[in-house]
């Protein structure tokens, strides 16, 4: 049986219509989840409600051009970056935990930088990093592929190759910035079997301040194809961290 979330609606932030399901204590730390490309906010029917017995309020959303969202021509990562924020401002969520998936997670990020007095503490399963270097040969191969997936744009594989495209490029600046997070963050690898190399995540994980990395082996949705798993390592992090100061 599918969990019935206690709100499933939209919002509107930047001028796109959001798809969003929320759960829990509405008085709850607000836990956001961020799914990755392709999938959608259902793909937390699962893990929410353990956040939400644990005091959360849960708020899972559709990204743009996903799901329940509104498609748009736009769809830069910094624009998904901006959809995270303006959700968070919208439903005035404060000392948020973010949880994302994938390119999900790549946002959460992208958000704690912008804007980390928002935010309390990351999760982020399988980030899609984008790679500090990458061979000729395999960066003319992605973008061919890509460029295949984008010739649709108001198709679902044309959104997911215009945000592939993004990320199979080297970018030394985003790498740059991990110092920059002063917020406590789990980093889960699914491991050899997943497309994000798990040496990538380990440099992640010693790149950011405050970081800790797990690797559950089972591919890259390590929260759909090992759920038990996920939530154990997810639940012990947020349950070991104090407070946020007021």
């Given at each position: 049986m599918a969990f019935a979330w206690s709100t499933v609606g939209t919002v509107v932030v930047n001028g796109v219509r959001l798809g969003y399901r929320e759960c829990g204590d509405?008085?709850?730390?607000?836990?956001?989840?961020?799914?990755?490309?392709?999938?959608s906010a259902d793909t937390w029917d699962r893990f929410a409600p353990r956040l939400a017995a644990a005091g959360h309020r849960v708020v899972a959303i559709d990204l743009r051009g996903h799901a329940g969202s509104g498609r748009t021509g736009d769809y830069r990562l910094e624009s998904l970056r901006d959809d995270v924020l303006g959700l968070?401002?919208?439903?005035?969520?404060?000392?948020?935990?973010?949880?994302?998936?994938s390119v999900g997670a790549y946002a959460a990020l992208a958000a704690t930088l912008h804007s980390p007095h928002l935010i309390s503490r990351l999760v982020l399963e399988d980030l899609a990093a984008p790679p500090r270097r990458l061979h000729g040969g395999?960066?003319?191969?992605?973008?061919?592929a890509a460029t295949v997936l984008t010739t649709r744009p108001d198709h679902p594989?044309?959104?997911?190759?215009?945000?592939?495209?993004?990320?199979?490029?080297?970018?030394?600046?985003?790498?740059a910035r991990l110092a920059g997070v002063r917020q406590p963050v789990l980093v889960l690898?699914?491991?050899?079997?997943?497309?994000?190399?798990?040496?990538?995540l380990a440099d992640v994980t010693a790149t950011l301040p405050d970081a800790r990395l797990a690797t559950i082996p089972v591919g890259h949705r390590v929260h759909s194809l090992a759920p038990d798993a996920f939530q154990a390592e997810v639940m012990a992090f947020l349950g070991a961290l104090e407070p946020s100061p007021v």
């Open positions: 509405p008085a709850g730390q607000p836990a956001v989840l961020l799914h990755g490309t392709g999938s968070l401002e919208t439903l005035a969520l404060r000392d948020a935990v973010l949880i994302g998936h395999l960066l003319r191969l992605a973008a061919m594989l044309g959104v997911m190759g215009a945000i592939v495209t993004q990320l199979v490029r080297p970018d030394p600046q985003w790498w690898s699914g491991g050899p079997a997943s497309w994000i190399p798990p040496r990538r």
